[in-house]
């Protein structure tokens, strides 16, 4: 049970909690991420739509520059978004896997079989589903837009459903979700790949190398982190790879150790706060007041030792990813002009691969190896969870939208087909949440049986 005074002990009281305390406390909320994202979406459309649209479009259009001495990187606002502002989006998704694999649901096979076969199924059903309707035609390079999942409004979605949802099924869609953003990764390096700079691509295994060497040697810095991790951003850049596979690498050699363990920390920490509460007997204020900030920075440095660096930049860029980062994505790619001709668009085949692959393939695919991995004894149907919750979902799975917006804007070049892709999965992305949402609202009170469909 939270305990309010502990959380008070964080938040003393100021003037400006008056003001900041609702922001503080939507934040926190589970679904508080994915409403912004949604808010953004429909500024984004609304915008997209009225007599100003002209500067929505020339607003991302517009030139940026930065430049140090004879170096110099000029783009559109939308490229520095798309390769710049989303490589911290896909580095604090490779902390989430780093830590899934080492210490979370992904850390034991027999643990992990269940939502990386649902994973794999929400993967490739939807992939074929589109490539089987495109197959051919130029269409067929936006065959992996359906395959992601978009975690932020999956779980939004779920978290809307309050606290009757089984805390199992919470942790297996979170774990679908991460498998799911590490194949799309593997997807854009692999296959959204342009020529090769195999210079470049050489420089960034070195920067990338040195990153692990510094982790081996202790070294636990953030800054030091951030200044290779910008290197090998540049590397990546340059190199023909899409730059922002550089954040998920850069999040792979992040230190995940404890310096000490919970043992030895509690009995420092005793110590410490011992010394804070008996250290000032015959001092002045003045000398009592700087042993204690002495003792206080070494309590700190204590914690730091216990916590390590992924665990502490996870937490810090959290909240940029969830209330700027995504949402600025959102704002600069899913402004689309809905006009007389829209239905028509989602009637093209890359548009109709895009919302069968969403909505038909990701339940089916997910439901589906899910049930095969359990049938054949490799993984077990979580305690508490009824087949029809995790059918359900498989429904939310099917929400796809911001990686599936980014792979998008990686398949298509031009704007035909990219306005195809994008309102299928701003439809798609529509359907599965609303249909996933009212058969969870449904089944989620149903309590669970052994065996129970």
Same mark, same amino acid.
Request: charged share 15%; glycine share 6%; aromatic share 12%.
């Given at each position: 049970m939270p305990n309010p005074e502990a959380e008070s002990?964080?938040?003393?009281?100021?003037?400006?909690?008056?003001?900041?305390?609702?922001?503080?406390?939507? %934040?926190?909320?589970? !679904?508080?991420?994915?409403? $912004? #994202?949604?808010?953004?979406?429909?500024?984004?459309?609304?915008?997209?739509?009225?007599?100003?649209?002209?500067?929505?479009?020339?607003?991302?259009?517009?030139?940026?520059?930065?430049?140090?001495g004879s170096f110099k990187l000029s783009s559109s606002l939308h490229h520095w978004i798309n390769d710049g502002l989303m490589v911290i989006f896909f580095f604090v998704v490779g902390l989430e896997i780093k830590r899934e694999v080492l210490a979370g649901e992904l850390s034991s096979l027999r643990q992990a079989m269940l939502p990386i076969a649902a994973a794999v199924g929400g993967m490739m059903v939807p992939a074929l589903i589109y490539a089987s309707l495109n197959f051919g035609r130029p269409e067929i390079n936006g065959w992996g837009?359906?395959? %992601?999942?978009?975690? !932020?409004?999956?779980?939004? $979605? #779920?978290?809307?459903?309050?606290?009757?949802?089984?805390?199992?099924?919470?942790?297996?869609l979170t774990a679908l979700a991460i498998v799911d953003d590490l194949g799309a990764v593997l997807v854009i390096a692999v296959f959204y790949t342009s020529d090769l700079n195999l210079t470049a691509l050489l420089l960034g295994a070195l920067v990338l190398g040195a990153m692990f060497l510094?982790?081996?040697?202790?070294?636990?810095?953030?800054?030091?982190?951030?200044?290779?991790?910008?290197?090998?951003?540049?590397?990546?850049?340059?190199?023909?790879?899409?730059?922002?596979?550089?954040?998920?690498?850069?999040?792979?050699?992040?230190?995940?150790?404890?310096?000490?363990?919970?043992?030895?920390?509690?009995?420092?920490?005793?110590?410490?706060?011992g010394q804070i509460e008996h250290h000032n007997a015959g001092q002045s204020p003045a000398e009592a007041r700087s042993q204690t900030w002495t003792l206080a920075s070494n309590l700190a440095h204590q914690s730091e030792c216990l916590l390590p660096p992924l665990h502490r930049l996870e937490h810090a860029w959290h909240p940029w990813q969830a209330f700027f980062i995504m949402p600025v994505f959102a704002l600069a790619n899913a402004g689309i002009e809905i006009g007389s001709g829209f239905l028509g668009t989602l009637a093209e085949r890359a548009a109709l691969g895009v919302i069968l692959g969403l909505v038909i393939g990701k339940q089916v695919g997910v439901t589906l190896f899910s049930w095969l991995v359990v049938k054949m004894g490799w993984a077990a149907l979580p305690a508490g969870v009824t087949w029809k919750q995790i059918y359900g979902a498989g429904w939310l799975a099917g929400i796809g939208f911001t990686m599936s917006l980014f792979i998008a804007n990686l398949a298509f070049q031009d704007e035909e087909h990219l306005l195809m892709a994008k309102g299928g999965i701003l439809v798609a992305s529509l359907i599965a949440g609303v249909i996933g949402y009212v058969l969870l609202r449904r089944w989620i009170s149903q309590p669970a049986e052994a065996g129970a469909s």
């Open positions: 002990w964080s938040r003393p009281r100021r003037p400006i909690d008056v003001i900041v305390r609702p922001f503080q406390e939507f %934040a926190h909320g589970a !679904a508080s991420g994915g409403i $912004v #994202l949604l808010a953004c979406t429909i500024v984004a459309l609304v915008w997209a739509n009225s007599p100003w649209r002209e500067s929505y479009h020339d607003l991302w259009h517009s030139e940026l520059t930065i430049a140090i837009i359906p395959m %992601a999942t978009d975690i !932020a409004f999956a779980l939004g $979605v #779920l978290a809307l459903l309050g606290d009757a949802v089984p805390l199992p099924l919470k942790v297996f510094l982790n081996y040697l202790g070294v636990r810095s953030p800054l030091v982190y951030f200044f290779f991790g910008v290197g090998l951003w540049l590397c990546f850049l340059a190199s023909g790879v899409h730059a922002t596979i550089a954040g998920v690498l850069a999040a792979m050699a992040i230190p995940a150790r404890t310096l000490i363990d919970e043992e030895t920390y509690l009995k420092r920490v005793r110590f410490l706060v």
